[in-house]
């Protein structure tokens, strides 16, 4: 199979209609590629694999090779993440897709990525890729049924303007996050990039002019009511902007996406007002180097904001 980046404005349009009718068949007021602000760019160009059949684009798969970091901020091996998977419904069922994928895992191999990471509900197909279901994540869920508490602390609470935001206070989102052993490096000018994201909403808490706890909500057409990435200096904050989220947005229920290695008090102070939570596999992942055991890989915790 030959594969191909797209660097002409007609291969970007064609992607971008085939993504649009295969991942967004309902009409929304923003087109796919503002959802991928980085991979589906006309500057990440690398990142996007087409494939012709009979000399129309046939399907497509991204791949952003990643830097995985450990809590010290110290690089540890290169993953890529793969997403934006689809192919023209007139010529699905022949193996294109299957294909393209074994194509884009040659890529990653050339390039010494040590694993790849998707999210899909097409599980089964997946597994016959190679692919299995590693990593975990607690989903704690909150419903109307127990209704948002007043604020504990004297911080202050802001729903903010996303345009507005200071490399400095990226920074402090950024070191806020809660500590784990694994994840993907991540620069200032890539999260503002994500920031862009429509149907995204930033919240802060504020102590004065410090930044004590932040959290993300929706993430273009995925994610919405989920509270995918946050940092906070204590969990009292965390709980006090998830009550506040849930007020400010009116959400008769909204779900918090956490790591599995959260520390035993988060975990005990969130699920006291929780109405439940769950543990669930992290994403899909093909391992590449078989010197890199499922044990390290287990530790990897993906940020929602950085899945594509």
Same mark, same amino acid.
Request: glycine share 4%; aromatic share 10%.
């Given at each position: 199979?030959?594969?191909?980046?797209?660097?002409?404005?007609?291969?970007?349009?064609?992607?971008?209609?085939?993504?649009?009718?295969?991942?967004?068949?309902?009409?929304?007021?923003?087109?796919?590629?503002?959802?991928?602000?980085? $991979?589906?760019?006309?500057?990440?160009?690398?990142?996007?694999?087409?494939?012709?059949?009979?000399?129309?684009?046939?399907?497509?798969?991204?791949?952003?090779?990643?830097?995985?970091?450990?809590?010290?901020?110290?690089?540890?091996?290169?993953?890529? @993440?793969?997403?934006?998977?689809?192919?023209?419904?007139?010529?699905?069922?022949?193996?294109?897709?299957?294909? @393209?994928?074994?194509?884009? +895992?040659? $890529?990653?191999? =050339? &390039?010494?990525?040590?694993?790849?990471?998707?999210?899909?509900?097409?599980?089964?197909?997946?597994?016959?890729?190679?692919?299995?279901?590693?990593?975990?994540?607690?989903?704690?869920?909150?419903?109307?049924?127990?209704?948002?508490?007043?604020?504990?602390? +004297?911080?202050?609470?802001?729903?903010?303007?996303?345009?507005?935001?200071?490399?400095?206070?990226?920074?402090?989102?950024? /070191?806020?996050?809660?500590? $784990? &052993?694994?994840?993907?490096?991540?620069?200032?000018? /890539?999260?503002?990039? #994500?920031?862009?994201?429509?149907?995204?909403?930033?919240?802060?808490?504020?102590?004065?002019?410090?930044?004590?706890?932040?959290?993300?909500?929706?993430?273009?057409?995925?994610?919405?009511?989920?509270?995918?990435?946050?940092?906070?200096? +204590?969990?009292?904050?965390?709980?006090?902007?998830?009550?506040?989220?849930?007020?400010? #947005?009116?959400?008769?229920?909204?779900?918090?996406?956490?790591?599995?290695?959260?520390?035993?008090?988060?975990?005990?102070?969130?699920?006291?007002?929780?109405?439940? $939570?769950?543990?669930?596999?992290?994403?899909?992942?093909?391992?590449?180097?078989?010197?890199?055991?499922? =044990?390290?890989?287990?530790?990897?915790?993906?940020?929602?904001?950085?899945?594509?």
């Amino acid at each position: 199979m030959t594969l191909y980046h797209p660097n002409e404005s007609k291969h970007f349009q064609l992607r971008n209609e085939l993504l649009q009718t295969c991942l967004r068949p309902d009409p929304l007021p923003f087109p796919i590629e503002s959802e991928y602000p980085i $991979v589906l760019a006309p500057e990440g160009r690398q990142f996007s694999f087409c494939h012709d059949y009979q000399n129309q684009l046939c399907s497509h798969a991204n791949l952003w090779p990643r830097k995985v970091l450990d809590t010290l901020g110290k690089e540890q091996f290169p993953i890529g @993440l793969v997403g934006n998977v689809a192919t023209d419904p007139r010529w699905r069922g022949h193996g294109h897709m299957r294909s @393209l994928l074994t194509a884009v +895992e040659e $890529v990653a191999r =050339e &390039s010494q990525l040590e694993a790849l990471f998707l999210w899909s509900d097409l599980s089964s197909f997946y597994q016959k890729l190679g692919f299995l279901s590693l990593g975990q994540e607690f989903h704690f869920h909150f419903l109307e049924s127990r209704p948002a508490k007043k604020q504990k602390t +004297e911080v202050r609470l802001v729903h903010c303007d996303r345009q507005q935001i200071s490399d400095d206070m990226l920074m402090q989102m950024l /070191e806020l996050r809660h500590k $784990v &052993s694994f994840t993907l490096e991540r620069s200032i000018e /890539e999260f503002r990039q #994500m920031l862009q994201i429509p149907w995204l909403d930033l919240f802060v808490a504020y102590d004065m002019t410090d930044i004590v706890a932040y959290a993300l909500v929706g993430k273009g057409y995925d994610m919405m009511g989920v509270i995918h990435e946050w940092g906070a200096k +204590e969990s009292i904050f965390l709980l006090d902007l998830i009550n506040f989220i849930r007020r400010d #947005m009116s959400l008769p229920q909204c779900m918090l996406l956490a790591p599995s290695d959260l520390k035993g008090s988060w975990h005990h102070d969130i699920l006291e007002q929780a109405t439940a $939570v769950e543990t669930v596999p992290m994403a899909l992942v093909k391992i590449l180097n078989e010197k890199r055991s499922k =044990e390290e890989l287990q530790k990897l915790f993906i940020w929602g904001l950085d899945s594509i």
